[in-house]
């Protein structure tokens, strides 16, 4: 069964060090999103692409935050410069559709930790 | 702005109860509703997605029901097993500035004792 996959699975840095989480979402899907999760707290939107453009942005995603597709297959979620409340886990998820009754599939997260 | 809640917060019962958890969103503007199971530092794993239009679903042991009207979800769990310790989470699927977009709750956290 097609499942979207990320890498790395825990990534470790030190503040203020760009980062970059892998994303390689289910082939024929168009639609992407990223979620996180702070430790103890909710699953949060952050960003939705489609089309080689952010579709949809929270307010969480600022100007340290970018999203790529940068090939055929693989999505990216970039981090400037992180700052130490960037820990978490990060879920990319993908949908064939943006239509509300598709369902979006998500990946098995990357732990981020910055020190 | 949509919320969504979760109650109970934690539940912990004996094996072979069956059990309920509740979900509760402030918009009944949706789309439809998931049910995740997420396992200690783990992904979230789908369970079942109701759409607006229907009442409930059914897998297995579990059975959704979903009242969009008075804004609340319920997830039954029959005969639970200690496997099925986990955080459960629901979360809803609404219209955003230009995205379909899930919005979660803040999760039961259930630990089934053997």
């Known amino acids: 069964e097609p499942e979207v996959t990320q890498t790395p699975s825990h990534q470790v840095t030190q503040m203020g060090q760009e980062v970059i989480l892998r994303c390689v979402p289910i082939?024929?899907?168009?639609?992407f999103y990223w979620y996180r999760q702070i430790l103890g707290q909710k699953v949060e939107f952050l960003v939705s692409?489609?089309?080689?453009?952010?579709?949809?942005k929270s307010e969480i995603f600022d100007d340290q935050f970018s999203v790529e597709r940068p090939d055929g297959s693989n999505f990216t979620l970039k981090i400037r410069s992180t700052k130490l409340e960037d820990s978490a886990m990060y879920f990319c998820?993908?949908?064939?559709?943006?239509?509300?009754?598709?369902?979006?599939?998500f990946g098995p997260g990357t732990r981020l930790t910055v020190l | 702005k949509q919320e969504v809640t979760q109650i109970p917060a934690a539940l912990s019962v004996p094996e072979g109860e069956n059990l309920v958890l509740n979900c509760s969103f402030t918009?009944?503007?949706?789309?439809?509703l998931q049910w995740f199971r997420q396992d200690p530092g783990k992904g979230l794993t789908s369970l079942l997605l109701i759409q607006s239009s229907q009442r409930e679903q059914t897998s297995g042991r579990l059975n959704a029901s979903l009242d969009k009207s008075s804004g609340r979800s319920t997830l039954y769990i029959a005969a639970s097993q200690p496997g099925d310790s986990a955080t459960y989470l629901c979360?809803?699927?609404?219209?955003?500035?230009?995205?379909?977009?899930?919005?979660f709750g803040t999760g039961t956290r259930l630990k089934v004792l053997a």
């Open positions: 918009d009944s503007a949706i789309y439809n």
């Open positions: 082939s024929n899907h168009l639609y």
């Open positions: 979360a809803v699927r609404e219209r955003g500035s230009g995205t379909y977009k899930y919005i």
């Open positions: 998820a993908s949908s064939q559709t943006d239509v509300p009754y598709n369902e979006q599939f």
């Open positions: 692409f489609y089309n080689n453009e952010i579709s949809e």
